[in-house]
């Protein structure tokens, strides 16, 4: 018998063998280490955060019994007159305004030593008042320790977590605001001081974005100070300056709201191993005056504050430190950074073109009598940079535009999560392919002429993934629409069509989570440098409470959208507890033309987006609840006789071949099987019998496996998802399906359709029958899975 790996000899192992166990192992020694420096690191700062609880607590009994007192001293000073003027002259004293601050060099190193030291009571002490932010789940894979404020002026959010950088690194891309904070415009550094003690004082101006054409953008005056602690932690803090003299200033901005930014900043802390302890505070008073009433909740939400900022701050850290970690080619041949520059590209030429700033070239055309879609127009060179226009005469055009149509919307009852699922997986209920095509032709060389609307023809749309982020919370993927025409007479010219998307906010149970699909066309060479002209959608949900849907309601939507015979009854797992729910959604589509077609695509962008307009609210209402419960033709996943009889056959083809029982013996009827089967804590899959296998159905345990909907996987091949190893042993293991009607496979690793790595113990394979006893499908179950 040969000798085992750990006995720490060849023995009779072949020397190949050995050197790949001691590998193993040396790989296995170094990665136990490294999670016992970041358990130790995270025991820290625990230990850390039940420190400052309990000194909260403490303030808090303490400012209990003074509250206390003062009732107390309260009363008892009604009954004398004398305290009456003193309580008014104390009132006058607290209105009394500070007068301005210094703005000199010595003035500006008093104002940041006061927020070095604001900012550390905030971050580690008691000076605000911190509640754990609701939906956040705790844990080691969680993304750190999140709180919101309560009861302090402006909107608050904190964050500590563990990230595999150095300090020095840290600091350094969080002090790039715009290459993580997707809101933010520019940050221009306008003047920078040294400090005695090494550290160094910034003047800095920031544009933020708005997130909707129905709200002005902000911007900040601030100061930045980096300094180093005693104990060799680095911090940068900052603050708005506001109400100085002799020194510089900001005056207000044409189309900017000045905000204010309190005491706020990074905590960032060396631990063993080259990882870093960080935490943020983020402080804001975003002017909430200055938007409309509906709009008011985007600004004085804690939560959504630590969405957008806090959280993007710590997941862009976490992103950067597995990518350093793991420098490995994804999606398309290319490296994890030019994918992360892609998206950037992409969403920041959406913010632009919802914002469309003048100084960037935009102007406004005027309306058509209606002002529900607004028409900006841009005309400069930078605009226009790298973008191949051709059109009919087949000669490049010499005076090239851009044109961008965008309006806003108000959605009632409606998860944002749902509807953008939806937009994504069923384009052809909302586009139209003859603009598909014309945009398109703006990165292809070739003629193409403008059409009318809805005249042309939709192929499939294949979603072809790229990329993700470590919490999936956005991904990057290309759609290759396939056989698009312009008109019915273009059926020999045909082509495949390459949009690059973006989407993000898809995950139902975030609180407060902005929801995207931005979209731009490419050629299909993809270089990192194509030009990008994005368009696409924006919801942003204007309630902070968590939003009660259920998660497969997409997943049988057109029916939903279609007025057919009476079918099963609704489920009521579609209008339980949904409540409602409001949201705003921004919509921008932008298109590159040659100057004298200006009115007349001016006139097809405002067509356009009325008819996308009028199909999400068509959508939106198939989407809500209270429709949903109030249809009896419309059927749920979880009830179609199909679905019903597939379970049925599953579970009936694993008791002939295996001789036990898949589910447990209690389940009676045949939708109690298939939602037994739905909810069963292995992955179960089923796979068509032809020469190239689709999946055709999975229950929710495969879907997550996957990574993946039920829509969307009918379009993955079961050789996609087996790596070269995993395909070998399956073509070996087939014929034994076909003939004894099973097998058991070993353990190893598969992939989901986002390219990431599961393992599984073991798998069964079995051949499903129908009612003739003939094979209808092969089922597969990966059991003990998980995500590598």
């Known amino acids: ?74 009363t008892l000073a009604t009954k004398d007159p004398s305290c009456e003027s003193a309580m008014t ?41 911190w509640v754990q932010m609701p939906g956040m789940k705790p844990g080691p894979d969680s993304i750190g320790i999140v709180a919101i404020s309560h009861g302090c002026p402006g909107v608050a959010a904190r964050a500590c977590g563990l990230v595999g950088l150095e300090p020095t690194r840290v600091a350094e891309l ?22 005695a003690n090494g550290g160094t ?18 911007d900040f005056w601030l100061l ?64 909430p005056w200055s938007v409309p009433e509906v709009l008011r909740p ?82 400069s060179p930078d605009k226009l940079m790298g973008l191949n226009l051709s059109f009919a005469n087949g000669f490049p055009s010499v005076s090239n535009s851009v044109l961008c149509a965008v309006a806003s919307m108000l959605l009632q009852n409606v998860p944002p999560a749902i509807l953008l699922r939806f937009l994504r997986e069923h384009r052809s209920e909302w586009a139209d392919c003859s603009i598909d095509a014309y945009s398109a032709a703006v990165v292809n060389v070739g003629p193409c002429s403008l059409r009318g609307s809805r005249v042309g023809g939709f192929g499939s749309q294949v979603i072809l993934p790229l990329a993700h982020t470590i919490e999936h919370e956005e991904s990057l993927e290309v759609i290759k629409l396939e056989g698009i025409t312009q008109s ?88 339980a507890g949904a409540g409602c729910v409001r949201s705003v959604m921004t919509i921008a589509f932008e298109f590159a033309f040659e100057s004298h077609l200006q009115e007349h695509v001016a006139s097809m962008a405002r067509q356009y987006v009325r008819s996308i307009i009028s199909s999400v609210q068509r959508v939106a209402l198939a989407l809500s609840p209270s429709y949903l419960s109030s249809q009896a033709g419309l059927r ?59 999946f055709t159905f999975a229950n929710q345990a495969g879907l997550d496996m996957l990574e993946t909907t039920l829509v969307a996987l009918q379009d993955l091949t079961l050789e996609k998802i087996f790596d070269e190893h995993g395909r070998k042993s399956l073509c070996t293991e087939f014929p034994q399906i076909m003939r004894q009607g099973f097998a058991c496979l070993q353990g190893g690793i598969c992939l989901s359709s986002m390219g990431r790595p599961v393992s599984y113990e073991r798998a069964v394979a079995w051949k499903v029958l129908n009612e003739e006893e003939n094979a209808h499908c092969i089922c597969f179950m990966f059991i003990n899975w998980s995500f590598v």
């Open 89 to 129: 002259s104390g009132q006058h004293r607290v209105t009394q305004q500070n007068p301005p601050r210094d703005a000199s060099p010595a003035g500006l190193l008093s104002i940041a030593e006061e927020t070095l030291a604001e900012f550390l009571s905030k971050a580690t002490g008691t000076a605000v008042e």
């Open 224 to 287: 930045r100070y980096t300094s180093v602690l005693e104990d060799g932690s680095l911090v940068v803090c900052e603050r708005s300056l506001k109400n100085t003299q002799n020194g510089p200033s900001m005056l207000p901005v044409q189309n900017f709201v000045r905000a204010e930014m309190f005491a706020s900043g990074y905590l960032i802390r060396p631990c063993e191993g080259g990882v870093s302890i960080i935490h943020i505070v983020d402080h804001m008073d975003l002017e």
């Open 488 to 575: 019915p007479e273009d059926v020999l010219m045909a082509r495949d069509v390459f949009l690059l998307q973006l989407c993000s906010g898809m995950d139902e149970n975030a609180v407060g989570t902005c929801a995207e699909l931005i979209f731009a066309p490419i050629d299909a060479s993809f270089a990192d440098d194509a030009p990008l002209l994005p368009s696409g959608f924006r919801i942003i949900p204007l309630d902070s409470g968590k939003e009660a849907s259920s998660p497969n309601r997409t997943l049988d939507l057109a029916s939903a959208l279609e007025i057919g015979p009476a079918g099963n009854k609704a489920s009521n797992d579609c209008s």
């Open 298 to 379: 985007l600004y004085e939400s804690s939560t959504v504050l630590a969405q957008k900022t806090t959280m993007a701050a710590l997941r862009q850290l976490r992103q950067i430190a597995q990518e350093v970690s793991q420098p490995n080619v994804t999606g398309w041949g290319r490296r994890p950074a030019a994918l992360r520059a892609l998206s950037q590209r992409l969403s920041r030429g959406f913010n632009d073109a919802v914002n469309g700033f003048t100084d960037e070239g935009w102007s406004m055309m005027g309306n058509d009598g209606m002002d529900d879609v607004t028409i900006l127009v841009n005309s």
């Open 636 to 694: 749920t996943p979880l009830g179609t006789p199909e679905a019903q009889t597939l379970a049925r056959l599953i579970c009936q083809s694993y008791r002939v071949y295996m001789g036990v029982e898949l589910l447990k013996s209690n389940t009676e009827g045949s939708e109690s099987v298939l939602k037994t089967l739905w909810h069963h804590s292995e992955a179960i899959m089923c796979c068509s019998l032809k020469a190239l296998p689709v």
């Open 201 to 218: 004082i910034e003047l800095l101006y920031m544009q933020l974005y708005a997130p909707t054409t129905l709200a002005p953008s902000r």
């Open 174 to 195: 969080l002090k790039d605001r715009p290459s993580w904070f997707r809101d933010c415009r520019a940050v221009d550094v306008l003047n920078v001081l040294p400090t």
């Open 1 to 74: 018998m040969a000798m085992s790996c750990k006995d720490g000899k060849p023995g009779s192992l072949d020397n190949g063998k050995y050197v790949r166990c001691r590998e193993k192992q040396r790989k296995e020694t170094s990665r136990f280490q490294a999670v016992n420096r970041k358990l130790t690191a995270m025991n820290k700062l625990l230990m850390e955060e039940n420190d400052r609880l309990q000194n909260q607590v403490s303030q808090l009994v303490y400012e209990n019994g003074c509250f206390r007192q003062h009732t107390q001293n309260a």
